[in-house]
């Protein structure tokens, strides 16, 4: 069972919450300069883990 399953098994709620609390975790310690990274690495990882966020508009994927 790899990371990715453990975090589907939790349930879509608590998926969001943990993943909320990840990118906010990291833009302090940061000092938000690299929100943007942040939060396009927290969209990938939402969709390689299929948390459905409908109030989120999809960016594209970037090369």
Known sequence: M???D???????HKAKNVS???E???N????DKYTD???DA?????RATGVDRP?????????
Do not use: L, N
Request: aromatic share 6%; proline share 8%; hydrophobic share 15%.
């Open 2 to 4: 790899g990371i990715f």
């Open 6 to 12: 453990k975090f589907k098994g939790h349930g879509q």
């Open 20 to 22: 909320d609390t990840a």
């Open 24 to 26: 906010r975790q990291v």
């Open 28 to 31: 302090e310690k940061t000092g």
């Open 37 to 39: 990274k942040v939060d």
């Open 42 to 46: 927290q969209q990938r990882t939402e």
């Open 55 to 63: 109030d989120r508009p999809e960016r594209p994927d970037q090369p």
